[in-house]
Protein backbone atom coordinates (compact mmCIF):
# COMPACT_ATOMS: atom_id res chain seq x y z
CA UNK A 1 0.00 0.00 0.00
CA UNK A 2 1.14 3.63 -0.92
CA UNK A 3 -0.76 4.92 2.08
CA UNK A 4 -0.32 8.81 1.77
CA UNK A 5 1.33 10.49 -1.46
CA UNK A 6 2.73 13.88 -1.36
CA UNK A 7 4.43 15.40 -4.18
CA UNK A 8 6.80 17.22 -4.63
CA UNK A 9 9.69 16.59 -1.99
CA UNK A 10 11.00 19.84 -2.60
CA UNK A 11 10.40 23.00 -4.07
CA UNK A 12 11.44 26.41 -4.14
CA UNK A 13 9.20 29.32 -5.38
CA UNK A 14 9.41 32.83 -5.80
CA UNK A 15 7.44 35.51 -4.26
CA UNK A 16 4.21 35.82 -6.05
CA UNK A 17 4.27 32.92 -7.60
CA UNK A 18 1.55 29.94 -7.37
CA UNK A 19 1.82 26.10 -6.90
CA UNK A 20 -0.17 23.14 -5.96
CA UNK A 21 1.15 20.55 -3.62
CA UNK A 22 -0.55 17.29 -4.65
CA UNK A 23 -2.10 14.68 -1.82
CA UNK A 24 -3.42 11.38 -2.83
CA UNK A 25 -4.43 8.36 -0.15
CA UNK A 26 -5.53 5.08 -1.44
CA UNK A 27 -6.66 3.89 2.03
CA UNK A 28 -10.23 5.31 1.64
CA UNK A 29 -10.54 7.67 4.28
CA UNK A 30 -13.02 9.99 4.42
CA UNK A 31 -10.68 12.22 6.53
CA UNK A 32 -8.01 14.65 4.98
CA UNK A 33 -5.84 17.50 6.54
CA UNK A 34 -3.05 19.77 5.65
CA UNK A 35 -0.56 20.35 7.98
CA UNK A 36 2.35 23.37 8.17
CA UNK A 37 5.47 22.77 10.35
CA UNK A 38 7.42 24.95 11.91
CA UNK A 39 10.09 25.06 14.20
CA UNK A 40 8.67 25.27 18.11
CA UNK A 41 5.45 25.76 16.78
CA UNK A 42 4.49 21.67 16.38
CA UNK A 43 2.01 21.12 13.43
CA UNK A 44 -0.39 23.57 12.41
CA UNK A 45 -3.86 23.07 10.50
CA UNK A 46 -4.18 24.78 7.45
CA UNK A 47 -7.39 23.28 5.85
CA UNK A 48 -9.38 19.50 6.00
CA UNK A 49 -11.62 18.12 4.95
CA UNK A 50 -14.20 15.18 5.94
CA UNK A 51 -15.63 13.83 2.46
CA UNK A 52 -15.58 14.50 -1.00
CA UNK A 53 -17.09 18.00 -1.96
CA UNK A 54 -16.90 19.17 1.85
CA UNK A 55 -14.17 21.36 2.77
CA UNK A 56 -13.57 23.72 6.01
CA UNK A 57 -10.91 26.19 6.95
CA UNK A 58 -8.19 25.17 10.14
CA UNK A 59 -5.94 27.61 12.17
CA UNK A 60 -3.37 29.16 9.02
CA UNK A 61 -5.82 29.39 6.16
CA UNK A 62 -5.13 32.59 4.91
CA UNK A 63 -3.10 32.04 1.25
CA UNK A 64 -4.35 28.30 0.57
CA UNK A 65 -7.33 26.87 -0.92
CA UNK A 66 -8.17 23.63 -1.32
CA UNK A 67 -11.05 20.99 -3.15
CA UNK A 68 -12.03 18.05 -2.49
CA UNK A 69 -13.32 16.74 -6.44
CA UNK A 70 -12.40 12.87 -5.18
CA UNK A 71 -11.93 10.60 -1.75
CA UNK A 72 -8.25 9.83 -2.84
CA UNK A 73 -7.19 13.33 -4.01
CA UNK A 74 -6.53 16.88 -1.77
CA UNK A 75 -4.63 19.28 -3.37
CA UNK A 76 -3.50 22.28 -1.18
CA UNK A 77 -3.00 25.42 -3.82
CA UNK A 78 -0.91 28.54 -2.71
CA UNK A 79 -2.57 31.45 -4.43
CA UNK A 80 0.43 33.94 -4.59
CA UNK A 81 3.33 32.90 -2.47
CA UNK A 82 4.96 34.89 0.45
CA UNK A 83 8.30 34.62 2.20
CA UNK A 84 6.13 33.25 5.30
CA UNK A 85 4.59 30.34 3.44
CA UNK A 86 8.01 28.48 3.61
CA UNK A 87 7.50 25.57 5.60
CA UNK A 88 6.93 21.88 5.54
CA UNK A 89 4.04 20.99 4.61
CA UNK A 90 2.47 17.70 6.09
CA UNK A 91 -1.21 16.19 4.24
CA UNK A 92 -2.61 13.11 6.25
CA UNK A 93 -5.43 11.22 6.23
CA UNK A 94 -7.63 8.70 8.33
CA UNK A 95 -10.64 7.77 9.39
CA UNK A 96 -13.28 9.29 12.29
CA UNK A 97 -12.62 9.11 15.83
CA UNK A 98 -8.67 6.66 14.96
CA UNK A 99 -5.12 7.82 13.91
CA UNK A 100 -4.08 9.71 10.80
CA UNK A 101 -1.84 8.67 8.41
CA UNK A 102 0.95 11.39 7.14
CA UNK A 103 2.76 11.84 3.81
CA UNK A 104 6.21 12.54 4.26
CA UNK A 105 6.43 16.30 3.44
CA UNK A 106 6.69 18.49 1.31
CA UNK A 107 9.47 21.61 1.77
CA UNK A 108 9.10 25.02 -0.04
CA UNK A 109 11.00 28.03 0.56
CA UNK A 110 9.34 31.08 -1.04
CA UNK A 111 12.52 33.55 -1.62
CA UNK B 1 -11.67 23.22 21.61
CA UNK B 2 -9.13 20.51 22.55
CA UNK B 3 -5.57 21.39 23.48
CA UNK B 4 -2.26 20.20 24.16
CA UNK B 5 0.55 20.87 26.56
CA UNK B 6 4.14 19.59 26.21
CA UNK B 7 6.38 21.33 28.27
CA UNK B 8 10.21 21.05 28.06
CA UNK B 9 10.64 21.69 24.10
CA UNK B 10 13.63 19.68 24.58
CA UNK B 11 14.76 17.00 26.23
CA UNK B 12 18.04 15.45 27.13
CA UNK B 13 18.89 11.79 28.56
CA UNK B 14 21.80 9.62 28.54
CA UNK B 15 21.64 6.30 26.58
CA UNK B 16 20.25 3.51 29.19
CA UNK B 17 18.58 5.74 30.74
CA UNK B 18 14.43 6.59 31.21
CA UNK B 19 13.01 9.06 28.95
CA UNK B 20 9.49 10.64 30.00
CA UNK B 21 7.68 13.18 27.68
CA UNK B 22 5.00 15.06 29.38
CA UNK B 23 1.56 15.80 28.14
CA UNK B 24 -1.07 17.31 29.36
CA UNK B 25 -4.62 18.05 27.40
CA UNK B 26 -7.60 19.78 27.36
CA UNK B 27 -10.86 18.75 26.14
CA UNK B 28 -14.64 19.01 26.63
CA UNK B 29 -15.20 15.09 26.33
CA UNK B 30 -13.58 11.84 26.15
CA UNK B 31 -10.69 12.39 23.50
CA UNK B 32 -8.61 10.05 21.53
CA UNK B 33 -4.96 11.00 22.33
CA UNK B 34 -1.66 9.64 20.16
CA UNK B 35 2.11 9.86 20.81
CA UNK B 36 3.47 10.82 17.24
CA UNK B 37 7.53 10.43 16.62
CA UNK B 38 9.34 12.39 13.80
CA UNK B 39 13.17 11.51 12.74
CA UNK B 40 15.10 14.10 10.92
CA UNK B 41 13.38 15.08 7.86
CA UNK B 42 11.05 12.29 7.76
CA UNK B 43 7.13 12.17 7.71
CA UNK B 44 5.57 11.27 11.05
CA UNK B 45 4.64 7.99 12.36
CA UNK B 46 2.66 6.76 14.79
CA UNK B 47 4.10 5.58 18.32
CA UNK B 48 0.81 4.67 20.01
CA UNK B 49 -2.62 5.78 20.31
CA UNK B 50 -5.16 5.52 23.33
CA UNK B 51 -8.58 5.59 22.30
CA UNK B 52 -11.10 4.55 25.34
CA UNK B 53 -9.57 0.99 25.93
CA UNK B 54 -7.04 0.04 28.38
CA UNK B 55 -5.31 3.05 30.22
CA UNK B 56 -2.15 2.30 29.66
CA UNK B 57 -0.82 1.72 26.55
CA UNK B 58 1.80 0.17 24.86
CA UNK B 59 3.62 0.90 21.49
CA UNK B 60 6.30 0.47 19.27
CA UNK B 61 10.20 0.19 19.90
CA UNK B 62 9.31 -0.44 23.90
CA UNK B 63 7.17 3.13 24.32
CA UNK B 64 4.24 3.16 26.36
CA UNK B 65 1.57 5.89 28.00
CA UNK B 66 -0.51 6.18 30.53
CA UNK B 67 -3.65 7.66 29.98
CA UNK B 68 -5.16 9.53 33.57
CA UNK B 69 -8.52 11.16 33.01
CA UNK B 70 -8.02 12.58 36.59
CA UNK B 71 -5.01 14.68 35.74
CA UNK B 72 -5.82 15.16 31.90
CA UNK B 73 -2.39 13.38 31.40
CA UNK B 74 -1.11 11.13 28.59
CA UNK B 75 3.07 10.85 29.93
CA UNK B 76 5.19 8.81 27.21
CA UNK B 77 7.69 6.69 29.07
CA UNK B 78 10.54 4.28 27.72
CA UNK B 79 12.31 2.14 30.07
CA UNK B 80 16.11 2.25 28.75
CA UNK B 81 16.54 5.24 26.01
CA UNK B 82 18.85 4.08 22.62
CA UNK B 83 20.57 6.49 20.51
CA UNK B 84 17.29 5.41 17.71
CA UNK B 85 15.46 7.54 19.81
CA UNK B 86 16.79 10.77 19.01
CA UNK B 87 13.52 12.80 16.94
CA UNK B 88 10.88 14.75 18.23
CA UNK B 89 7.47 14.06 19.58
CA UNK B 90 4.33 15.20 19.39
CA UNK B 91 1.18 14.52 21.47
CA UNK B 92 -2.23 14.78 19.82
CA UNK B 93 -5.60 14.90 20.95
CA UNK B 94 -8.52 14.23 19.48
CA UNK B 95 -12.44 14.97 20.54
CA UNK B 96 -14.90 12.56 19.78
CA UNK B 97 -16.39 12.41 16.04
CA UNK B 98 -20.34 12.90 17.58
CA UNK B 99 -18.94 15.96 19.59
CA UNK B 100 -17.44 17.99 16.97
CA UNK B 101 -15.61 17.89 13.82
CA UNK B 102 -12.70 15.11 15.05
CA UNK B 103 -9.82 17.52 14.20
CA UNK B 104 -6.67 16.66 15.88
CA UNK B 105 -4.53 19.15 18.15
CA UNK B 106 -0.55 19.19 18.03
CA UNK B 107 1.26 20.03 20.77
CA UNK B 108 4.74 21.70 20.46
CA UNK B 109 6.32 18.95 20.82
CA UNK B 110 9.68 17.62 22.35
CA UNK B 111 13.46 17.29 20.46
CA UNK B 112 14.80 14.33 22.24
CA UNK B 113 18.72 14.36 22.26
CA UNK B 114 20.44 10.36 23.11
CA UNK B 115 23.87 11.30 24.71
CA UNK B 116 26.12 8.32 24.65
Known amino acids: NAGVTQTPKFQVLKTGQSMTLQCAQD?????MSWYRQDPGMGLRLIHY???????DQGEVPNGYNVSRSTTEDFPLRLLSAAPSQTSVYFC??????????FGQGTRLTVV | AQSVTQLDSHVSVSEGTPVLLRCNYS??????LFWYVQHPNKGLQLLLK??????LVKGINGFEAEFKKSETSFHLTKPSAHMSDAAEYFC??????????????FGKGNQVVVIP
Open chain 2, 50 to 55: YTSAAT
Open chain 2, 92 to 105: VVSDPVYYGNNRLA
Open chain 2, 27 to 32: SSYSPS
Open chain 1, 49 to 55: SVGAGIT
Open chain 1, 27 to 31: MNHEY
Open chain 1, 92 to 101: ASRRSNTEAF
